[in-house]
T-cell receptor, first 122, second 111 residues
Framework: QAQLVESGGGVVQPGRSLRLSCAAS????????IDWVRQAPGKGLEWVAL????????YYADSVKGRFTISRDNSKNTLYLQMDSLRAEDTAVYYC???????????????WGQGAMVNVFS | QSALTQPASVSGSPGQSITISCTAT?????????VSWYQQHPGKAPKLMIY???FRPSGVSNRFSGTRSGNTASLAISGLQAEDEADYYC???????????FGGGTKLTVL
């Protein structure tokens, strides 16, 4: 059964860093693009970043560009999101999500993790 | 910058049909084949209901269907059931620096 499990969330002060991980199992991780999507408390979904299946292409929302870095280790079936210079407005549940297609990039995410809460709080 | 506009809320009675619209401010929705719809129950991760405008992932009920006309995509739900009550989000793949955009979400209430 295909599954994504996030870890690494927590409470952090503004300006500090945090790294989220997303462990994949049950599918061929190295053949799927993976995205990070976040949801602030009581708000809608916001796309954060995408990494292609082989890690060669990375894209970011304007709101996190230059502060967040997406990466993956296909040998460990794990995705990462390094979040630096965190701000109060980054407070959200962060989901990793798999693109539905083999080696494809789109807005269709068929497997989602359970989410990791990040609270940027002074 | 593209944006997707959804109604804040819709409602219907059990057994009825409803439609949720998703209108793009630019031509992105009409340009790409990538329009998706997600269902989200409180405290849960989103669930993909429709992708590529009108395709249903395996396991999604055929009561859910998607269409597009110009810059407006629509999600139709027939035979409303109590478990359909949730938030619904549309999304689109874009040509802008923000690669994926989501609509603001629509709260569906089953009366």
């Amino acid at each position: 059964q295909a599954q994504l499990v996030e870890s690494g969330g927590g409470v952090v002060q503004p300006g500090r860093s945090l790294r989220l991980s997303c462990a994949a199992s049950g599918f061929s991780f190295s053949n799927y693009a993976i995205d990070w999507v976040r949801q602030a408390p009581g708000k809608g979904l916001e796309w954060v970043a995408l990494i292609s299946y082989d890690g060669s292409n990375k894209y970011y929302a304007d709101s996190v560009k230059g502060r967040f870095t997406i990466s993956r280790d296909n040998s460990k079936n794990t995705l990462y999101l390094q979040m630096d210079s965190l701000r109060a407005e980054d407070t959200a549940v962060y989901y990793c999500a798999r693109d539905i297609g083999w080696q494809r990039q789109s807005d269709a995410f068929d497997i989602w993790g359970q989410g990791a809460m990040v609270n940027v709080f002074s | 910058q593209s944006a997707l506009t959804q109604p804040a809320s819709v409602s219907g009675s059990p057994g009825q049909s409803i439609t949720i619209s998703c209108t793009a401010t630019s031509s992105d929705v009409g340009r790409y084949k990538f329009v998706s719809w997600y269902q989200q129950h409180p405290g849960k991760a989103p669930k993909l209901m429709i992708y590529d405008v009108s395709f249903r992932p395996s396991g999604v009920s055929n009561r859910f269907s998607g269409t597009r006309s110009g810059n407006t995509a629509s999600l139709a739900i027939s035979g409303l059931q109590a478990e359909d009550e949730a938030d619904y989000y549309c999304s689109s793949y874009t040509s802008s620096s923000t690669l994926v955009i989501f609509g603001g979400g629509t709260k569906l209430t089953v009366l």
